[in-house]
């Protein structure tokens, strides 16, 4: 099993930044990748951003590109979420997700049921 533990959220004006930190404890050493999702109230859960465990590849939802980074600290067994230039529609709950299988590409790294341990989530809002 994998645990994860996110934290780092809050309250933020418009064109802020905020940094998500998810920590990974348990049976890390099978972790294929590991990404962030969001559900804003009233909607789906969408994918956000993935990074590979393997080769640290990255991917991003386009409404975040350019504006998010993600990055893991191997050492600490954490990803991060650097969120910049925050807009009110970022406003949502955030979740981390590890992913244990082998999966290659955005197609894969984005699709929520292929992963298999999930985060309790942190809110993040955005006033304007």
């Known amino acids: 099993q994998v645990q994860l533990v996110e934290s780092g959220g809050g309250l933020v004006q418009a064109g802020g930044s905020l940094r998500l930190s998810c920590a990974a404890s348990?049976?890390?050493?099978?972790?294929?990748?590991m990404g962030w999702f969001r559900q804003a109230p009233g909607k789906e859960r969408e994918f956000v951003a993935a990074i590979s465990w393997r080769d640290s590849r990255t991917y991003y939802a386009d409404s975040v590109k350019g504006r998010f980074t993600i990055s893991r600290d191997n050492a600490k067994n954490t990803v991060y979420l650097q969120m910049n230039s925050l807009r009110s529609d970022d406003t949502a709950v955030y979740y981390c997700a590890a992913d244990l299988q082998y999966c290659s590409g955005y197609a894969c790294y984005r699709r929520e049921n292929d992963y298999d341990y999930w985060g309790q989530g942190t809110q993040v809002t955005v006033s304007s």
């Open positions: 348990g049976r890390t050493f099978s972790i294929d990748a």
